[in-house]
């Protein structure tokens, strides 16, 4: 079974259509060419494969705690709301 | 080229059944926005709307037309009666059948699409009413105006999403203009308060969930709402000769497309619309008084339209007052144009400039005099009104007053 960390690096390569080993904890999105529709759709997959809610709102990207500023952010948020959710 | 301008005005949005108490609601900064009462609102994660409160359609509408008509014909309708009734005109002979309906619309009859895919899909339903087809489609709302008021030229809908009824507006102002038509009943309506309507907004990641707030550094996204507007747009002389009620002038339009991206707006589309209605109306930009705002609350348009006013203005962005009435009513999507416009006539007409609400802190990058949350009495003489579309699809009028 993929590690949380191993699920939301593919979801985030799929959506930068590159492959998974080229995806770096310490890439921001932008270094990935992802932009903010592309940002909402890695969203939305992560909560679909994970069956958890993001609280995200593009008008304030930065409210919500949802940490966008890296992969690795991302992954730690992503696990953190799997433990609140009881995941 | 001919001057057209507007001899009847109506509408039925959160604010009001009517223009009278849509003005008074806009004069006195009154929310519309509140909880949802649709079906599976708990469902949704935006439970908030300018809704039209109350509704009752049978109070307006038979058994056999409530069969034919969407919620959103429903809406134009009630807001063409009102319109055609105050500008007196009866469309007999040559005046039908040069006389027309042209009204925008994103959504279309979505609640009846919505009602029936329940029906099919959750509930299992192997058959629908035999007129979901003419009850759903875009230009049923069109065609029951001109049935209903003999309007035999040139009719159709436009769906440009956020911009519909402003594309909608500047169609009809033109056909007018350029004298292929005496009268043109046109605006827009729009009824996407229904699970699937806001579902699909929900996935944008763009909405509120507390309130509108364009141009405050607070604002977190739009909100929705629903309602119709129509106008009458007619020949000036006709109007005259007939000694018509004349609310003001419809001076000019422009449409612009960013041909960028499909969401993200782009200062320079519109600017380049902003500008190019000041130049159909061959006003000086100085002239430009109000400016009724697209502003609908999100971070992007928001700031993005304030800068493409101080592009297009210069220093006259500092002294030219805009404000966002989508804080009261909510975006009406592809209505959205045709209710703004009545703050447009409002501000001509009346000398009342409608307030942004829900304004709480200055934004450095919407740095205007955005009428924060008390509307103010003022005399000027040209207002803009904005729309720009997902999509990337601009288009600005011009109103001058009469």
């Known amino acids: 079974m993929m590690t949380t960390q191993e699920q939301v690096i593919a979801i985030i390569a799929e959506q930068a259509m590159l492959d998974t080993s080229d995806v770096q904890l310490h890439h921001t999105l932008a270094d990935l060419g992802i932009d903010s529709l592309g940002l909402v759709e890695s969203i939305f997959a992560i909560e679909e494969q994970l069956d958890i809610t993001v609280p995200f709102n593009a008008n304030d990207p930065s409210a919500g705690d949802f940490d966008i500023s890296s992969v690795a952010t991302i992954v730690a948020a992503v696990e953190q709301i799997l433990a609140a959710q009881g995941k | ?402």
């Open chain 2, 1 to 402: 080229m001919r001057r057209v301008v507007i001899t009847g005005a109506g509408t039925i949005n959160p604010l009001g059944t009517d223009v009278p108490s849509t003005f008074a609601a806009m004069r006195e900064g009154r929310c519309g926005i509140g909880p949802l009462d649709i079906s599976d609102v708990d469902r949704l994660s935006i439970q908030i709307g300018g809704q039209i409160r109350d509704y009752d359609e049978a109070a307006y509408f038979n058994r056999q037309q409530i069969a034919l008509y969407d919620r959103f014909t429903q809406f134009t309708l009630l807001a063409a009666r009102q319109a055609i009734g105050q500008s007196g005109l009866t469309f007999t002979g040559v005046l039908a059948d040069r006389s027309g309906v042209i009204l925008g619309t994103s959504g279309g009859g979505l609640n009846t699409q919505d009602e029936n895919y329940r029906a099919v899909y959750q509930a299992g339903k192997n058959r629908v009413h035999p007129f979901i087809i003419p009850k759903l489609m875009n230009n049923a709302a069109a065609s029951h105006v001109s049935i209903e008021w003999n309007l035999r030229g040139p009719s159709f809908t436009v769906a440009t999403a956020c911009a519909s009824s402003n594309h909608a507006m500047g169609q009809a102002f033109n056909m007018v203009r350029s004298g292929m038509a005496t009268a043109m009943v046109t605006g827009g309506s729009e009824a996407m308060l229904c699970f699937g309507g806001i579902k699909a907004w929900e996935g944008l990641r763009v909405m509120s969930r507390d309130a509108c707030r364009p141009f405050s550094a607070t604002r977190n996204g739009m909100v929705q709402g629903e309602g119709a507007g129509v106008f009458v747009f007619e020949e000036y002389e006709h109007a005259r000769a007939r000694g018509a009620d004349i609310l003001c002038e419809v001076a000019g339009f422009a449409m612009s497309s960013d041909a960028s991206d499909i969401v993200t707006p782009s200062k320079q589309g519109a600017a380049r619309a902003m500008a190019g209605a000041i130049a159909d109306a061959q006003i000086a930009k100085e002239r430009v008084g109000y400016i009724n705002a697209h502003g609908t609350g999100t971070a992007a348009n928001d700031k993005t339209e304030c800068a493409a006013v101080a592009d297009v203005f210069g220093a006259h962005a500092d002294s030219l007052m805009i404000s966002s009435t989508k804080s009261m009513h909510g975006h009406l999507i592809g209505g959205t144009g045709a209710v703004e416009l009545l703050a447009c006539i409002m501000a001509l007409r009346d000398g009342v400039i409608a307030p942004t609400i829900g304004f709480e802190e200055p934004d450095p990058e919407c740095a205007l005099d955005v009428v924060p949350n008390v509307a103010r009495d003022a005399q000027i003489e040209v207002a803009l009104s904005n729309a720009f579309a997902f999509g990337g699809m601009n288009a600005v009028l011009a109103l001058k007053k009469h």
